[in-house]
Each structure stands twice: as C-alpha cells, then as structure tokens.
C-alpha cells in the first residue's frame, strides 16, 4: 500500500526488543558504584541512577560519595551496556514476534533510543537488522546525554535530519509516555504501542495511534 509517512522511526526498547528486566538493571546498577569505588551504596542512591535518570539524580548520586559525576555516570552506561549485551546472547533480549512488519514498510526507517548508543549498536549487529534502519540514536555515555534524551527532541532531531525527511511527514513508534512528547517536540506523528508490559500503564500524553502490534502500522504508516 502507499505510506502516508515518508519515514517511521522507532524507539528500541519495548518496540523492537523485550526490554532488560528492572532488576538486572539496577544489579548493573549497584556494580557500577563498586567500579568508581563505592562498595556501599544507600538503596536511594542506587534507586537515583537507575532508571528515568535526571541530571539531579546524578548530581545527588555522585555527590553523596564525593564522586566525579561524570566518572560515575560512565560506569553506570558501561555497566548498562554489558549487562544488557551479556543478557541479549543468552537470549534474554530477543526482537518482538511481530519485528517483521519493520521491514514490511516502505521508505526509509531509523532507531531513536535512550538506551546507550553502543548497547544498540550490540544490538544491530547481534539481531542481523543493521540493514534495516537508515540512522539510529543512543545516548553518549556522558552526562550531558540526561539533558538530550527524550521527551527532548534532540536524537529524534538529528535522526529525521539523516533520514532527509521533514517531521511534519514521519512517525515516532514508541511504547513510553517520553516517546509521545519526544515526538510532539520533534513535530512528528506518533504511535503509541500497548505492549504486555504496559498494561495499567497511565499514558498522560495523547498519541496520533495508539497500537496492540507492530502489524497495525500497515494500516497508519
Ligand atoms: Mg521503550
């Protein structure tokens, strides 16, 4: 069928691929205090740089210890990035059954993700789907990646930039309320994808669609 949209873009998590569980997130979590030398981290503390990290969390998480921020932000993102990698070849982080319907759709398609950006290079090359997306976005493991990340606009930005396609004529496919705003920063359509691990999800942002699978996108993109 003819696309209405001249390029789609994803977010990785929970769209392409199951996410990381929680809890070996914040284990990478609490070893990343023990590489920058914390070997007793409060539960709060870890709690701050675990996940929907703000550039106070880790103001705060670094300060308590007397730690260079940026030092332990990168051990975080490092230990983020092997742990996930690690539970991806044990086939713990495998695409979505419905992944195929990705290829299915014509014109060009890209990866916006807040994950780090070599966990989703791992992620391209371990899965065989490097081919499928034109430009694809993590965060740099630097602090500065917490002010850039979605709801801001700034990877979705540099993404459509790469794709040649203005906003007004792409899409944004995620499965958080962070993605819905990204996009409406972005000036993008976007899609909102009810995965199972959404269920009870309280989505206060209004997506363009709202999707149970990847296939629906047939019928909107
Ligand atoms: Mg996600």
């Keep these: 069928m003819t696309s209405s949209y001249d390029a789609v873009v994803f977010d990785n998590d929970g769209v392409l691929t199951y996410p990381t569980p929680r809890d070996v997130l914040r284990e990478a979590t ?54 996930q990698i690690a539970d991806m070849e044990q086939g713990r982080k495998p695409l979505y059954e419905d992944y195929d319907a990705v290829r299915s759709l014509d014109g060009p398609r890209g990866i916006v993700s807040t994950n780090q950006h070599a966990t989703i290079e791992a992620i391209l090359d371990h899965h065989g789907i490097r081919g499928d997306f034109h430009t694809h976005y993590g965060r740099e493991m630097v602090p500065a990646s917490l002010h850039r990340k979605k709801p801001e606009s700034h990877y979705l930005d540099r993404a459509l930039a790469d794709l040649d396609v203005d906003p007004g004529d792409a899409l944004f496919v995620g499965d958080s309320e962070s993605d819905v705003l990204a996009a409406r920063n972005a000036g993008t359509d976007s899609a909102f994808l009810w995965r199972d691990h959404r269920d009870g999800y309280e989505l206060d942002a209004t997506p363009d669609y709202e999707l149970d699978s990847l296939h629906d996108l047939v019928d909107v993109a």
């Design 30 to 83: 609490v070893d990343a205090f023990e590489r920058v030398g914390v070997t007793d981290p409060t539960s709060e503390h870890v709690d701050a740089i675990h996940l929907h990290v703000t550039p106070d969390d880790l103001q705060t998480a670094a300060g308590a210890y007397d730690l260079d921020p940026a030092e332990l932000w990168r051990a975080r993102d490092e230990a983020f990035a092997e742990v």
